[in-house]
């Protein structure tokens, strides 16, 4: 150790521990006194001490920016979260709206052995996992054969994309079941 002089202030930086902190901002530490011959810890409360004294000054810049972080962080609500509809009405809705043009295929045709609403129930829950595609056939009364025969009629009359790509899945899914020939 160096012999330090009792009547100089010896500076020292700032090392951060938080975000509150303001790196290289020099810290007074006192002189030691001559009843101890340690050097005195730097506390918490004199470092907030030195800062306080120091926000007499102008803000600069980089103060600005940690305040305006600072009041960011407290800013976020959780309570206002942009809330999503996606329940199962709103997508039978959307289902339903979107195959309206293939609705006289099964309205006119007699020979289609489901109705309309149990062809909008296989679409709904064809693509849920824990479902397996022969028992939603068995669920509605009919055979997959039919099944895929009805989706590659009803395909060509859909022009909305969403609902091409769900059949296209459907179509996957039941030409996936056919048995080996």
């Known amino acids: 150790m160096t012999p330090r002089t009792p009547n ?9 521990n938080n975000e509150t902190s303001i790196p290289n901002e020099p810290i007074k530490i006192p002189p030691p006194s001559p009843t101890n011959s340690s050097a005195p810890s730097v ?10 004294e120091n926000s007499d000054q102008p803000k600069t810049l980089r103060d600005k920016l940690l305040d305006s972080k600072k009041t960011k962080s407290k800013s976020f609500d959780p309570s ?6 996606s329940s ?20 006119n045709n007699k020979e289609i052995p489901i109705s309309y609403s149990r062809y909008i129930y296989i679409m709904e829950n064809c693509s849920n996992k824990s479902i397996n595609i022969h028992s939603l056939c068995e669920e509605v009364n009919v055979d997959s054969h039919i099944l895929r025969k009805i ?19 459907l179509l996957n899914l039941l030409f996936q079941t056919l048995p080996l020939q």
């Open 8 to 16: 100089t202030n010896i500076t020292k930086p700032i090392n951060p």
């Open 151 to 169: 989706t590659e009629q009803v395909k060509p009359m859909i022009t909305d994309r969403y609902v091409r790509t769900k059949l296209s899945k």
């Open 80 to 85: 206002k979260k942009i809330k999503k509809c």
């Open 43 to 52: 506390t918490p409360l004199h470092i907030d001490q030195q800062i306080n």
């Open 88 to 107: 199962l009405e709103n997508l039978h809705t959307k289902l339903n709206e979107r195959l309206k043009p293939a609705e006289g295929l099964f309205s």
